[in-house]
């Protein structure tokens, strides 16, 4: 029992009996006067450190240097009114991360929630509104109530780093060997990006590359050639899957006592059109509109190599009936999980008989050579019914006696080998891309972009040490051990349902070592690739020859896995486990979210609030069912929206289902831990510098609702824009520059226990 029951007890058995002496009453008297004394002690030290910590980060624009880099005169611009918290406070549960371009598709406004005259069924359908149908009602707000002036949306993680890797290849280079690994990077992304060098590549070099192939259908003389053999060409030379795909990895299932050693993993392949799945029938289904321009896309193709009509309407037919036969037996990642389709371990015999079509023996040792594979060897299965379904079809369509002379299985493997190269051959191929991509709603891909993702296949090692000499530097494993440390103190003093469940999360969380993907084995890896390099000729006019070099050069790194006991994604762009180490990618540490010369203020809280968003995704996926904080904090939350903004009164009792209050709890935890990194860098280093003349906690926090517009998948769960949440910190504490507050408003009461 504590000491508040202790007393409470005690006055109620002073209060039953027969008058005390006046010492026991004094005993009382003193035992509550103490327990006073003590919350007023508590509650003194903590205003006393909110001022000093107040003081500390609220420092005059006289006491701040102004950042002048480029890299901060680039950022300034970003920092608009429609950013600032303060300087609209009535407003602040209307901002959108949407650009003004994409309000209306997204949906994603804030107001008030206005209502018109309904028809009996529309008020029927109403009062029967589901979870759902709240949770919308919640998010989205009239768009007559909203007046943020739009401003500039930082990129997602992936394109600032293809943005950044772009600036790398492009900059000007001094004193470099043109031997290097630097320069052949260099220059391999400058004849991408050459339209004389792609103009000079015609049907003509495509076409020689089919009769290395065997030729095709099209061709006088056709015999078509064994089945197994084209498809370990195009495996082991060009780097190209069309029936299933294959690539080499640990086993990621949970508990696995050798986590680290490599499997070869076979998956299903990427088709070139879009399908859409049903979640009622768990399958994919036709698109018309899809199917009717992929098929006008295969007919210009065809017209581009001079390929007469008749034979074109039988080919491009029997490729479309071909794919959508293999399509149907596909299935998107989420479901293959909750099946638990993944990592499926058989050995290659087993696979033999499971999926007889293929030769998979022969296709794995040409694609790994000259790693030894043997029947007995395990492999990783990713989704084992349509790999079966695939065998099948093959087996079937290769004892089609109408098919025997067009030889559409040879075609289909033509095909997409032309779909892997299209981007090397000259402008009549991409401009003809460039058109289905726009029938079937699918965004182009702009050159450059393009250009840094195939350089990226090839030199991944030196582009991720280049960006660690431009961008990771100290500043980043400060950054990085600050925010972990302040995740672990927020891990550590939740409220958990159990002390074993406890003992197990902060026992998993202090065991990891947060680590810079840029260590000593990157340059490891790239001293061993050198001489992998060392047999790359690149030419300054000649694209397509680079690429089916650089296709080559990709199947060698693949074969290599298997003799380093690591291979980590180098340039991922969000935090991965590798053994006990959490690996913090440096392909993170780049612009906009990130720059050593930014003031700290800005790189805690965009980077900072990212990085720890993401740890309590990756380590506390189960969170809800482990501890009590995440609901109860969440609900809190939840009634500061209620009660700031004027939702429908129904909402008042309405509680967020468990998605929403995992989400909004990981994401108001990521704004506390962020900050109180940031509070741990100005205890170390007082002086901070600013930009756009804001105090550090008003760019810090203004930096966070820049963040809180980064695209992630979780993103969604959110049933209001997460720059709600600085408003709720600001009225949670005393650390903001000035309040919140709202006079034309009537605000609702919160409850007691918030």
Avoid at 406 to 424: E, F, N, Q, R
Avoid at 490 to 498: L, T
Avoid at 554 to 566: L, P
Avoid at 743 to 750: M, N, W, Y
Wanted: aromatic letters at 10%; a neutral charge; hydrophobic letters at 35%.
């Amino acid at each position: 029992m504590d000491q508040n029951s202790s007393v409470l007890q005690g006055t109620l058995e002073v209060s039953q009996e027969q008058p005390q002496s006046e010492e026991s009453k004094s005993l009382v008297r003193n035992q509550c006067v103490n327990i006073l004394l003590a919350l007023l002690g508590f509650f003194h030290i903590g205003s006393i450190a909110w001022l000093l910590l107040y003081s500390q980060m609220s420092l005059t624009n006289q006491d701040s240097p102004t950042c002048l880099s480029p890299a901060c005169k680039g950022v300034a611009g970003r920092f608009s009114a429609a950013l600032d918290p303060f300087s609209r406070p009535c407003d602040y549960f209307k901002f959108t991360c949407a650009s003004k371009a994409s309000i209306t598709s997204r949906g994603r406004q804030r107001g008030k929630f206005i209502f018109h005259n309904r028809t009996r069924e529309q008020e029927h359908r109403r009062r029967s509104i589901n979870k759902e149908e709240m949770l919308r009602l919640a998010r989205d707000s009239d768009s007559e109530e909203k007046q943020n002036e739009p401003f500039e949306r930082l990129p997602d993680r992936q394109t600032a780093l293809l943005q950044a890797i772009k600036e790398i290849l492009e900059s000007p280079v001094v004193g470099v060997s043109v031997n290097s690994v630097e320069h052949k990077a260099r220059r391999f992304y400058k004849t991408c990006m050459d339209p004389i060098a792609a103009e000079s590549v015609s049907s003509e070099r495509f076409i020689t590359l089919i009769e290395q192939l065997g030729g095709w259908s099209v061709s006088r003389n056709w015999t078509e050639p064994d089945f197994n053999a084209t498809l370990v060409l195009l495996m082991e030379q060009y780097d190209t899957f069309p029936f299933f795909n294959v690539y080499v990895g640990p086993d990621h299932r949970a508990n696995q006592p050798n986590s680290s050693q490599h499997y070869i993993q076979i998956d299903q392949p990427e088709f070139q059109f879009t399908v859409d799945w049903n979640n009622k029938k768990h399958k994919y289904q036709s698109n018309p509109q899809s199917w009717r321009s992929f098929y006008l896309f295969c007919k210009k193709l065809l017209e581009l190599f001079d390929v007469p009509s008749f034979d074109i309407t039988l080919l491009c037919g029997q490729y479309l009936s071909l794919c959508s036969t293999l399509v149907i037996a596909t299935s998107p990642l989420e479901y293959r999980l909750s099946q638990k389709l993944l990592y499926h371990r058989v050995t290659i015999q087993e696979l033999q008989m499971l999926a007889p079509a293929i030769d998979w023996l022969r296709c794995l040792k040409a694609t790994l050579h000259p790693v030894p594979v043997s029947q007995s060897d395990f492999v990783l299965l990713h989704n084992l019914p349509y790999l079966t379904h695939m065998s099948k079809i093959v087996s079937e369509w290769k004892l089609k006696p109408d098919t025997m002379k067009s030889g559409p299985l040879h075609m289909y493997m033509v095909l997409t080998l032309l779909h892997s190269l299209i981007h090397t051959l000259d402008s009549k191929f991409t401009q003809t891309l460039k058109n289905i991509s726009n029938a079937i709603g699918v965004e182009d891909v702009p050159r450059w972009r393009d250009c840094v993702l195939q350089t990226i296949k090839g030199f991944d090692n030196w582009l991720s040490h280049a960006i660690k000499e431009n961008y990771a530097l100290k500043e980043a494993e400060e950054l990085m051990h600050d925010i972990y440390s302040s995740f672990e103190s927020k891990v550590a003093n939740m409220s958990w349902r159990d002390e074993e469940t406890r003992d197990i999360i902060l026992n998993k969380v202090k065991s990891l070592t947060p680590k810079l993907s840029s260590s000593t084995k990157l340059i490891d890896q790239l001293k061993f690739w050198k001489q992998h390099y060392a047999e790359v000729v690149v030419s300054e006019k000649d694209y397509f020859a680079n690429y089916l070099q650089l296709l080559a050069l990709h199947q060698k790194r693949r074969s290599s896995i298997f003799f380093h006991t690591e291979q980590p994604d180098w340039l991922s762009v969000s935090p991965f486990l590798s053994g006990n180490d959490i690996i913090i990618p440096v392909g993170m540490f780049v612009l906009p979210v990130f720059h050593p010369s930014y003031p700290r203020a800005i790189n805690y809280g965009m980077l900072g609030s990212l990085i720890a968003k993401d740890l309590f995704h990756l380590l506390l996926p189960e969170i809800l069912a482990q501890s009590e904080s995440p609901s109860l904090e969440s609900a809190c939350v939840w009634s500061h929206y209620l009660s700031r903004s004027k939702a429908p009164r129904r909402l008042a009792n309405f509680s967020l289902p468990s998605p929403q209050q995992k989400e909004v709890w990981m994401q108001y935890s990521a704004l506390q831990v962020a900050l109180q990194s940031y509070t741990k860098s100005l205890q170390r280093h007082s002086i901070d510098t600013s930009v756009s003349g804001l105090s550090h906690i008003h760019l810090f926090l203004s930096s966070f609702i820049q963040a809180s517009c980064d695209s992630e998948p979780y993103r969604v769960s959110m049933p209001f824009e997460p720059s709600f949440l600085v408003s709720v910190l600001c009225e949670t504490s005393d650390i903001c520059p000035k309040p919140l507050i709202c006079l034309d408003r009537s605000q609702g009461r919160l409850p007691d226990w918030c």
